[in-house]
Every structure is written in structure tokens, then in C-alpha cells.
């Protein structure tokens, strides 16, 4: 078993891929347009405060994720992250499809 995730991301039809190493709790990034690639580092590097749901719909507690947290903070700071910067993540394209995406473009 692989100690790497990727993730498929895009931002209109540029794609990227962000690997996230559960082996040392690290993401790097892989962009094609440097802006967008500081962007997106930049928002993995800094913490996040997110309202998690606890004994119902209605009880919300603020936790702080990291990316060095672990691999499921890692994908929660993921599902906000076209809200902050508008980089979408794919969650169906497999990591090794985004060269494939990129020539089809």
C-alpha cells in the first residue's frame, strides 16, 4: 500500500494534483500556473479553524485542522478550500488521471 494520496484539483480547466504523504503528514503540489500553485500551498501551510457537528446538527465546536494533523484533517481542510480560494477538488478523478486531463485541454 501506497503511503501517498492525490488528489485531483482545478481551478477552471487548469488542473493540478495535491499528494498528501501519510507516511510524514506533508502535502506538495503540482500546478501548472505558479500563482495558483503559491495559493494553494499557502492555504495548506496555515491552520484552520472549522465547526465540527457533535452530538447533533445543531451542537457545533470550532477545531483547529492542520495539515500535519493526519490525512483526515488533510481532506476536511480540502472541503473548504474552493470556498476560500476557488480550487475545486475532484474527488472523482483519480490522482495519475491529471496529465491525461491536462492534454484532453
Same mark, same amino acid.
Given at each position: 500500500?501506497?503511503?501517498?494520496?492525490?488528489?485531483?484539483?482545478?481551478?477552471?480547466?487548469?488542473?493540478?494534483?495535491?499528494?498528501?504523504?501519510?507516511?510524514?503528514?506533508?502535502?506538495?503540489?503540482?500546478f501548472?500556473?505558479?500563482?495558483i500553485?503559491?495559493? @494553494?500551498?499557502?492555504?495548506?501551510?496555515?491552520?484552520?479553524?472549522?465547526? &465540527?457537528?457533535?452530538?447533533?446538527?445543531? $451542537?457545533?465546536? /470550532?477545531?483547529?485542522?492542520?495539515?500535519?494533523?493526519?490525512?483526515?484533517?488533510?481532506?476536511? @481542510?480540502?472541503?473548504?478550500?474552493?470556498?476560500?480560494?476557488?480550487?475545486? &477538488?475532484?474527488?472523482?478523478?483519480?490522482? $495519475?488521471?491529471? /496529465?491525461?486531463?491536462?492534454?484532453?485541454?
Amino acid at each position: 500500500m501506497s503511503d501517498k494520496v492525490q488528489v485531483v484539483v482545478h481551478r477552471g480547466d487548469l488542473y493540478g494534483v495535491i499528494e498528501y504523504d501519510t507516511a510524514t503528514n506533508s502535502a506538495s503540489v503540482r500546478f501548472p500556473d505558479a500563482a495558483i500553485q503559491a495559493e @494553494i500551498e499557502a492555504y495548506l501551510a496555515k491552520p484552520h479553524e472549522i465547526n &465540527v457537528p457533535q452530538e447533533t446538527l445543531r $451542537d457545533f465546536t /470550532a477545531k483547529t485542522f492542520k495539515v500535519t494533523d493526519g490525512l483526515k484533517s488533510f481532506q476536511t @481542510i480540502l472541503t473548504r478550500m474552493w470556498g476560500a480560494i476557488d480550487v475545486h &477538488v475532484d474527488w472523482s478523478i483519480p490522482g $495519475d488521471k491529471v /496529465a491525461f486531463m491536462q492534454k484532453k485541454l
